[in-house]
């Protein structure tokens, strides 16, 4: 049976992992996957999870959870994305339905357009992206279309073909948006843009479905980070989907924490919508897992954990633009030639640093002090690399 199958190259970030798992050298630095460290290179607990973990081991069973998660976690998960406003405004509107993680919930997401909707809409993804998103839509059976996101030469978001991909979309498409922290440009809209974009989609009637898979950890603020989302469900009404993850903002990557959240525009949607959920996660996991949900949960619905956990995102977030500025400064003033403004003006964990494939290749290869070296070899390039620096040493850089 399995003669035919193809041979699939393995997944870009996950094999630069693996070359950086192989390398020797003890300056390495792994700039690929999209994963928090500590200034010391090491994964990072947040303390508020490490409290949450203490008061759930007391009365903690293995029980399995509902099909469609633990009903406290996406309630919680609902009222982070919305506001407290905007949530009781718009609860009985609501779908929710827990999820393995982003990926999940975006999966879950794809599994309820294609059975809602006939024909099957195009699924618009900006280019760049983070790199699953095509192949979890397109293993769906969606036609995917690209639109323009980023200018190398500005190196800045492109919004003007934003603006035209919008208009030219065909009505009843499907458009993926980066609620915020965009993966790997680090460029997002400004609020304004995100206005004349929320006009955009009511007009041409096109479907917002949001990963956010850094809310809070971009800014440190959840209430900044989840802006656009608000916006689009609130001031334009607009039925919306929103994929939120917890890996990132609580540090639970490996625990597959997330909740896929639909607001709808009649309480009759959201009832049935809710029930096609159900039925397509019974279908999949049948029951999501339980215990990164009750760590979130529990976070989410005490006052001090939570409190814990926004010092925590804070503390994360700053780290990383404290980084972003080092690089910056210390580009500048070795007279690395070209302007790395960029540097500063991109948020979240990921960015572009410009840079030529040669230029990283050499980086890569040569395992240099990057103070010593980049000012010899820096050109501008429009190749991409991510400057989340957990030292001082680029020995792997990304570029894909
Ligand atoms: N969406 C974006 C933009 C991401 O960067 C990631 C992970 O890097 C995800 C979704 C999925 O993350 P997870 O499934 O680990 O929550």
Redesign the pocket.
């Known amino acids: 049976w399995f003669d035919q199958a193809r041979f699939i190259p393995p997944d870009a970030i996950f094999a630069l992992t693996a070359q950086y798992i192989a390398d020797k050298s003890p300056k390495k630095v792994n700039l690929g996957q999209?994963t928090y460290r500590d200034e010391h290179g090491n994964p990072w607990v947040l303390p508020s999870v490490r409290n949450s973990r203490k008061l759930l081991s007391q009365e903690l069973n293995h029980e399995y959870l509902p099909i469609a998660g633990l009903a406290d976690f996406c309630k919680e998960a609902a009222r982070l994305a919305l506001g407290p406003k905007l949530f009781q405004k718009q609860q009985d509107k609501l779908a929710t339905c827990q999820s393995i993680?982003?990926?999940?919930a975006?999966h879950l997401a794809g599994l309820l357009l294609r059975a809602c909707k006939t024909p099957l809409p195009k699924v618009y993804i900006p280019e760049p992206t983070?790199s699953n998103h095509h192949q979890v839509f397109s293993s769906l059976g969606f036609q995917c279309e690209s639109f323009r996101y980023y200018n190398p030469e500005t190196k800045d978001l492109d919004i003007d073909s934003y603006y035209s991909a919008l208009k030219l979309a065909e009505p009843n498409s499907v458009f993926i948006i980066?609620a915020c922290a965009h993966?790997p440009t680090g460029c997002d809209p400004s609020k304004e843009q995100w206005r004349e974009l929320a006009r955009l989609f009511k007009e041409r009637q096109l479907f917002p479905l949001f990963?956010a898979?850094y809310l809070g950890f971009n800014s440190g603020n959840v209430d900044i980070d989840a802006f656009a989302i608000r916006l689009f469900v609130e001031e334009t009404n607009m039925e919306a989907g929103v994929c939120l993850?917890f890996?990132k903002n609580m540090g639970l990557?490996g625990e597959r924490v997330?909740c896929f959240l639909l607001a709808t525009s009649t309480e009759q949607a959201a009832v049935q919508t809710q029930s096609m959920l159900e039925m397509l996660q019974r279908s999949e996991v049948s029951n999501p897992p339980a215990y990164g949900a009750k760590i979130a949960s529990t976070i989410l619905a005490d006052a001090t954990l939570r409190e814990a956990w926004h010092d925590d995102l804070i503390t994360m977030s700053s780290r990383i633009r404290s980084m972003r500025s080092e690089l910056y400064d210390s580009l500048v003033s070795s007279g690395a030639p070209g302007s790395w403004e960029h540097l500063i003006r991109q948020s979240g964990m990921f960015g572009f640093l410009g840079l030529s494939p040669s230029v990283v290749q050499r980086l890569r290869g040569s395992s240099c002090r990057w103070s010593d070296h980049f000012s010899e070899i820096l050109t501008p390039g429009d190749f991409r690399a991510i400057p989340h620096l957990h030292g001082r040493q680029l020995s792997h850089i990304t570029c894909w």
């Open positions: 999209g993680s982003g990926t999940g975006l983070w980066h993966n990963d898979a993850s890996a990557y997330g």
